[in-house]
């Protein structure tokens, strides 16, 4: 019989905790790529919420094979790449992965195996870039029409089959997402919808994969997004702000309870706004006499610039800003991912509407405020 010592024994075990432990907290993403040359190809792997970007690499074998060893979560999203143009994203849900892969184009009907998930998001990426691509032709379509009198009879027609096909790709994003609201594939879609109309499905997902994966930063932002939605619907009283104005003398919005103001969100460099100011100074001269009064928070960075937008835009009404760009405070505290962005308030300072403008907030006005 063998003789063993306790030193030898003791080896032993450690050699077994050390390789359970490493089967524990490691996972492997691997496979083969198909196609010309694809042995001796630098493959590159990164966490897609890791910032900046940190990138591992491998070189894959004379057939094409590779293999990475990624820590175990509940929940991983990387990109698997060959190039800045050529690359997948995994889904990494505390299984390992193997992968068949083109090598001319790795998200080009992928096999997957150990990641539901990932076939989830490449279902739906398939479906909906169907229909990107049929809007790109007819955006096409639509240009080509403008240019020619011999064509612009058919801008009608190609109208209409535009706002079809935007309607049925939300149907069937619509339909995708409340089928895998648990899926973290939903991350890569819901965004295609809008938060303020479509809140309900917003809410599905964003309840479904926080309950799974709270640790995740996307699903943790995407969360945090629903609760202030919820808190920014009409009747919700309006979060307060408190910035500089141009003289850097903190006002707050709530300085002007007792009137219904509009919270303008805007900047010196966003031409859409600027486009715009006209109509807003011609609204508020219109009812600033009626108990109307607006806030305007701008998103710019330089004083220079944004002092010399409000002189030359004539906006004479109440204007702040930290100047943090879109880590402006105020942008924060209304979830404002896009200007112009404006919030109606009324006079006992809860919240009315948002995102109105041109007609739909002048009618708007002369519902609460009267038309003479």
């Known amino acids: 019989m063998p003789n063993f010592s306790q030193r030898t024994i003791t080896s032993i075990f450690c050699l077994l905790f050390t390789f359970t432990a490493f089967s524990q907290d490691s996972l492997f993403i691997k496979g083969r790529i198909t196609g010309s040359n694809t042995g001796n190809q630098t493959l590159a792997l990164s966490d897609i919420v890791v910032a900046p970007p940190v990138s591992v690499t491998t070189i894959t074998g004379k057939d094409g ?12 999203i990387y990109r698997l790449y060959l190039s800045g143009e050529n690359f997948i994203m995994l889904l990494v849900t505390g299984e390992s992965i193997d992968l068949e892969l083109n090598a001319e184009k790795l998200n080009l009907n992928p096999v997957i195996r150990g990641s539901e998930d990932t076939r989830i998001l490449y279902d739906i990426a398939v479906m909906s870039s169907a229909y990107d691509k049929k809007l790109d032709s007819l955006n096409k379509a639509y240009g080509e029409a403008r240019g020619s009198e011999q064509l612009q009879g058919r801008i009608p027609v190609i109208q209409a089959a535009y706002e079809q096909a935007v309607n049925e790709q939300k149907t069937r994003l619509k339909q995708a997402l409340t089928t895998y609201p648990a899926s973290p594939a ?18 599905l997902v964003a309840g479904e994969l926080y309950s799974k994966y709270p640790a995740h930063k996307l699903v943790a932002d995407l969360k945090l997004r629903v609760d202030l ?4 619907q009409p009747g919700k009283p309006a979060p307060e702000i408190n910035l500089p104005d141009m003289d850097g003398k903190p006002v707050k919005l709530s300085s002007l309870r007792g009137k219904i103001v509009m919270i303008d969100f805007w900047a010196s460099w966003c031409s859409p706004c600027r486009r715009e100011n006209p109509e807003v100074v011609r609204i508020y001269n219109r009812f600033k006499d009626k108990g109307f009064d607006i806030y305007g928070v701008s998103l710019d960075r330089d004083a220079n610039g944004w002092f010399g937008a409000i002189a030359k835009d004539g906006l004479v009404w109440t204007q702040v800003s930290d100047l943090k760009y879109w880590e402006s405070a105020g942008a924060k505290a ?31 006005l002369e519902e609460l405020l009267g038309k003479d």
Do not use: C, Q
């Open 186 to 203: 939903s991350l890569f879609f819901i965004d295609k919808l809008e938060i303020d109309t479509d809140l309900g499905i917003y809410s």
């Open 229 to 232: 939605e919820k808190e920014l």
């Open 334 to 364: 209304y979830g404002v991912k896009a200007i112009p962005h404006t919030v109606l308030i009324n006079r006992e300072g809860k919240i009315i509407a948002r995102k109105l403008r041109g007609k739909a907030l002048e009618d708007k």
């Open 65 to 76: 094979s590779f293999s990475f060893t990624v820590p175990s979560s509940p929940l991983s």
